[in-house]
Each structure stands twice: as structure tokens, then as C-alpha cells.
């Protein structure tokens, strides 16, 4: 049955984070790097990257895909840019590091680069990208996903992965200028909140195997077979 939209305060999601990440074992330093992360896209209204994520994790935790008690380390350093290994964790603890050593170099030197390997699921783009602005720096976050899931222009085959990118600059004003996007016409995650609300897709969100325009949300959701933005 479809699930019905539900008003939580923010504090008592970041309570329920919180008390989740530690049951699954996540040290104290990463749960207060993580949540923050997380929370930001139940905030900012994007409810397919937040709390709801959290079956999907656990879903991942039972695949030993993801390690609750990383070892998180900068791999390379240099005067403009880094290398992160994220220790097979949750995406949030290395990327909120990652951009926070990048604000540090772009402080020092006008620019800073710093790249993550061997992590999951980093949660909203834009909530690692809003970082930089709020310290007065332009930023750029993007990153690859797990699996294929954009069939090309006249397709019946997934390709491309979403591969969402994030963009911030200073407004001269609050909200500074924020861009998040997938590169698919709708992020994975709508199609699976949109399951949850029990509600048809719009034609031109997926395609089937033919390639036809998929408005079964069920059947959107086994296939993640989505259309280029």
C-alpha cells in the first residue's frame, strides 16, 4: 500500500540517524561527520537522498558492501590537491573530508581538488558543493554511481550511470546559488519514492526493455531503467 508523506522535525530525524549509524556500529567521530550529510537532503526537500536511504544501506551492510568501521585515510596530499581512501564506508564521512581538505587548499592556493575512492553511497550532491560556498568558495561535487541505469536517446539498453553533479557559488545572499542534478531526467531515488507514494510515473521518466516510455512504478523500480537528461 502506498506510504503516506509524514511531517518529523529535523531533530528528531538527526535523533533517529544518530541512534541508527551507532546500532550498525559507526564509530562516534563518523556518525556526527555523517549525519549532518544526511540530513541535509530531507531539509532541503530531497527525500529520495536522506533518512529514506537508510533500508538501502542496511539492505548493503547485510551484503558486506559497505564497512561501518572504516579505516578512512588521505592517500596522497599535495599543495592543490588529494586522494582520499574511504575504507569501503559510507560515502559521507570521506566526502564531507574530501571538501573540507579542498576548502583548505582553495584557502592556501586559489584551488583545490580532492577526489575519494573505495566508498558507497554519499547521500545529496549539492550537500558536499553548499560546503565550499558557505566558506565563500565556489564548489563542484560529482560522482560516479554503482550501476547503469540511462538508456541513450533511442535506446533499449542502459549505458550511462546518473553520475550526479553539484554546483555552488556565493549569491551575494542566503540561499547562495545551488545546482544539483543527476544526469538522468529524474534521479533513481524518485523513482523509488514515487513506489512508496503509489504513484504512476510521468511519461518520459523510464523506458522499459523496447525502450518505451515506462509509467509502472513497480516495474521502473526493478529496472532503473531511466531516460537522458
Request: proline letters at 7%.
Amino acid at each position: 500500500p502506498p506510504v503516506p508523506d509524514v511531517v518529523v522535525p529535523a531533530d528528531r530525524l538527526a535523533a533517529q540517524l544518530t541512534s541508527v549509524l551507532r546500532a550498525w556500529g559507526m564509530s562516534e567521530e563518523h556518525v556526527q561527520a555523517a549525519v549532518p550529510m544526511i540530513l541535509y537532503a530531507d531539509i532541503a526537500g530531497i527525500d529520495s537522498h536522506g533518512i529514506g536511504m537508510l533500508p538501502t544501506y542496511h539492505a548493503w551492510r547485510g551484503k558486506g558492501w559497505i564497512d561501518m568501521q572504516p579505516v578512512i585515510r588521505v592517500e596522497r596530499d599535495g599543495p592543490t590537491t588529494a586522494l582520499v581512501d574511504g575504507g569501503g564506508s559510507l560515502g559521507h564521512v570521506p566526502a564531507r573530508l574530501a571538501m573540507q581538505l579542498a576548502i583548505d587548499k582553495c584557502r592556501k592556493m586559489g584551488i583545490g581538488a580532492v577526489a575519494v575512492r573505495n566508498s558507497t553511497h554519499f547521500g545529496a550532491a549539492g550537500a558536499y558543493a553548499a560546503l565550499a560556498s558557505e566558506a565563500g568558495f565556489v564548489g563542484l561535487a560529482t560522482t560516479s554511481a554503482v550501476s547503469l541505469a540511462i538508456v541513450p536517446t533511442f535506446g533499449c539498453e542502459p549505458m550511462f550511470g546518473t553520475n550526479p553533479l553539484a554546483f555552488a557559488a556565493p549569491a551575494g545572499r542566503n540561499p547562495a546559488f545551488l545546482l544539483d542534478m543527476a544526469t538522468s531526467t529524474v534521479a533513481i531515488g524518485k523513482i523509488t519514492l514515487a513506489a512508496h507514494r503509489g504513484q504512476r510515473l510521468p511519461k518520459g521518466w523510464a523506458v522499459d526493455e523496447q525502450g518505451r516510455p515506462l509509467r509502472d512504478t513497480r516495474r521502473a523500480c526493478r529496472l532503473h531503467w531511466l531516460t537522458p537528461l
